[in-house]
């Protein structure tokens, strides 16, 4: 499994970097975002991520806080 750290922005908020910590073990991905200003807006993010990764990739997001946990499939077969 391999582990990534690193800091991006996102096109739900082109102004807001995030801290992210990916987890990979090929087939399935695992996120952890940090750097919200707010728990509501960790929510609104949990909700773009989701809608954005579920079709074909099964996404699921979620907030914890002022974090997001989400998850993916890293292909759609």
């Not at 800091?7 to 750097?35: A, H, M, Q």
């Not at 960790?42 to 990764?53: I, L, N, T």
Request: net charge negative; with cysteine.
């Amino acid at each position: 499994m391999s582990r990534y750290v690193f800091e991006s922005t996102t096109e739900f908020d082109p102004t807001l970097k995030l801290k992210i910590v990916e987890e990979n073990d090929g087939r399935y991905s695992t996120f952890r975002y940090e750097g919200f200003r707010d728990n509501e807006e960790a929510k609104k993010f949990a909700e773009w991520w989701a809608d954005a990764w579920y079709w074909g990739y099964m996404g699921s997001a979620y907030a914890d806080g002022a974090a997001v946990i989400a998850s993916r499939y890293n292909s759609c077969d």
